[in-house]
C-alpha cells in the first residue's frame, strides 16, 4: 500500500482536535509533538484511537480466521482511514470491502490492491469510476448483481471501457423484506447463466449479508440469520455447477460484525467439487465497541467454544474525550461533546472513564450509576445519581456503540499509547 502521501497531508489549528495557535504541518509530525491528552494538551472533545486495543484486535482477529481456515475482506467503509486499511493488509487481509465508487477512489488512491464492492453499483459516472481501475492489471475487484440491469450495465460498461480482462462478479443473495440481492434460489441460477454467456463478465461467486434483521427478536437473533446462510449455501451449491471445471477459488463471502462465526460454520459444510474460499467482512473487530458489538461478541464467544479458546479478546479502541462544563442542578452534568462528536444511531454513549486534572494519577472508571440520557448538538446530558462529586472540568470518556458514525465526525484522530500520550494520527476520507 501506498499512505505516504497521506501522513504528509496538513493539520493545523483549524483541524478539530488540534491545540491552537498550530501552524500547518505534516501529519506525520502529530506524533513527535510530546502531547498528552490527560494533560490537557489538545482541546476537548477529541476522538482518540488507543493503539493497543487496535493492535490486540489485530491479533485476535488473525488468530480467528487462522482457527476458521478463512480470510477476510474488512468493511472499511467503517473508519474509512487507510492507515487502518494498511494494519488490516499487512494482518493478511484478503481486500478491504467498500460501499460505494467514492470509496473505491480513496482505496486506489491508498493502494489497496483488492476490493469487494459490497453494494449493488448503478449510475453511469459509478459504473465508469470503478470499472476503470480494472485498466490496472495488478489490481483485482469484485462486484455485487442481483438483476439482468445490473449485470448487463456492467457489461456494457467493461465494453465501452475496452477491458482486457473479465469483471468478476458475485451473485448476491438477499431476504424477503430486506435489503438488495435475489431472494431466490432460482433467480440466482438465471442471473448467473446469463453471467456465464457475457464475454466481459466473469462469475466468481456468491454474496450474502447477514446482518439485516434488526427486529428479529432478541431471544434468538440466530435464527434468521441461519436461514439466510442456508439460502445463500443453496444457491452456491446450484451456481457453482453452472460452472466448468476450474482450480480457480469459488469466493463465498458474507460480512457483517455480528455473525461472522456462523457464516464460517455454514460455509465450511459446503462441497462444491471445486475450490472454494470463504471471505467474511467485519468491519468493527479492528477498533470494537463498548456496547452493541461487544454484546454481539460475548454471544459469539458463548456460540463458539473455538473461539473462546483464543487469547486474548477484542477491546474497545475508539473513545471519546469530553470536560464537564456546567453542574447546574445536583444529579446532573452537562459534558460538552455531542451529536457532532459521537456517533448515536444506535445506542447512547456509555461513560467509562473519570479523570480530574491535578488530582487523578490515572483514569478511573466512570461510576457504574453514571448515564447518558440525551445528545444535542454540542452537549451530552449526564446523570450522576447521587451526587457524586463530579466537578466542572473534570474530563469524561465514553464508549460508542456502532464505530462507523463516530468515525465520520473526525478527519484526523489522535493515536495514544497506555499513558494517553500522543503516537500518531490517523486520517478519515468520509
Given at each position: 500500500m501506498n499512505i505516504d502521501w497521506i501522513r504528509e497531508l496538513p493539520v493545523d489549528s483549524t483541524t478539530k482536535g488540534m491545540p491552537g495557535g498550530l501552524a500547518p504541518m505534516p501529519q506525520s509530525r502529530v506524533g513527535q509533538m510530546g502531547w498528552n491528552v490527560l494533560r490537557q494538551d489538545l482541546p476537548l472533545p477529541l476522538a482518540v484511537l488507543k493503539r493497543e486495543a487496535l493492535e490486540g484486535n489485530?491479533?485476535?482477529?488473525?488468530?480467528?480466521?487462522?482457527?476458521?481456515?478463512?480470510?477476510?475482506?474488512p468493511h472499511g467503509k467503517t473508519t474509512m482511514t487507510p492507515e487502518l486499511f494498511a494494519m488490516q493488509m499487512a494482518d493478511g487481509a484478503f481486500g478491504i470491502t467498500c460501499a460505494t465508487a467514492g470509496h473505491l477512489e480513496v482505496y486506489r488512491a491508498a493502494g489497496v490492491p483488492r476490493v469487494?464492492?459490497?453494494n449493488q453499483l448503478v449510475g453511469a459516472a459509478n459504473l465508469r469510476m470503478a470499472l476503470a481501475h480494472l485498466h490496472d492489471p495488478a489490481f483485482e475487484l469484485y462486484c455485487l448483481v442481483d438483476s439482468e440491469a445490473g449485470l448487463l450495465a456492467l457489461a456494457s460498461t467493461a465494453g465501452e471501457l475496452g477491458l482486457e480482462r473479465r469483471v468478476p462478479v458475485l451473485i448476491e443473495i438477499g431476504a424477503m423484506g430486506a435489503r438488495t440481492g435475489v431472494r431466490s434460489i432460482d433467480e440466482g441460477v438465471a442471473l448467473a447463466r446469463l453471467a456465464t454467456r457475457l464475454p466481459q463478465i466473469r462469475l466468481a461467486g456468491v454474496e450474502t449479508y447477514e446482518s439485516i434483521f434488526p427486529e428479529a427478536?432478541?431471544?434468538d437473533p440466530e435464527r434468521?440469520?441461519?436461514?439466510?446462510?442456508?439460502?445463500?449455501?443453496?444457491?452456491?451449491?446450484?451456481?457453482?455447477?453452472?460452472l466448468p471445471p476450474s482450480s480457480e477459488p469459488f469466493l463465498l463471502t458474507a460480512g457483517g460484525s455480528d455473525f461472522f462465526d456462523l457464516v464460517v460454520e455454514r460455509f465450511r459444510q459446503l462441497d462444491l467439487a471445486r475450490p472454494v474460499e470463504i471471505v467474511i467482512r467485519s468491519g468493527c473487530y479492528i477498533t470494537h465497541d463498548s456496547l452493541h458489538y461487544a454484546d454481539?461478541?460475548?454471544?459469539?464467544?458463548?456460540?463458539?467454544?473455538?473461539?473462546?479458546?483464543?487469547?486474548?479478546?477484542?477491546q474497545p479502541a475508539l473513545e471519546v474525550w469530553g470536560a464537564v462544563q456546567s453542574r447546574p442542578e445536583a444529579c446532573r452534568a452537562y459534558v460538552n461533546?455531542?451529536?457532532?462528536d459521537i456517533s448515536y444511531d444506535w445506542e447512547l454513549p456509555v461513560p467509562?472513564?473519570?479523570?480530574?486534572?491535578?488530582?487523578h494519577q490515572r483514569p478511573q472508571p466512570a461510576p457504574a450509576a453514571w448515564r447518558t440520557l440525551r445528545l444535542n448538538d454540542q452537549h451530552l446530558h449526564l446523570d450522576v445519581p447521587g451526587d457524586d462529586g463530579v466537578q466542572v472540568g473534570d474530563m469524561v470518556a465514553f464508549g460508542i456503540s456502532h464505530p462507523c458514525t463516530t468515525f465520520d465526525k473526525w478527519r484526523v484522530i489522535p493515536v495514544v499509547n497506555a499513558d494517553y500520550d500522543v503516537v500518531d494520527a490517523f486520517r478519515t476520507f468520509f
Open positions: 489485530g491479533a485476535w482477529m488473525r488468530a480467528f480466521t487462522a482457527m476458521a481456515g478463512v480470510t477476510i475482506a469487494i464492492l459490497a427478536e432478541k431471544s434468521p440469520v441461519a436461514g439466510l446462510l442456508d439460502l445463500a449455501a443453496s444457491a452456491a451449491e446450484r451456481i457453482a455447477a453452472e454481539c461478541i460475548e454471544r459469539l464467544i458463548a456460540r463458539s467454544p473455538q473461539a473462546a479458546a483464543l487469547p486474548g479478546k477484542l461533546l455531542g451529536k457532532r467509562t472513564l473519570w479523570f480530574r486534572p491535578g488530582v
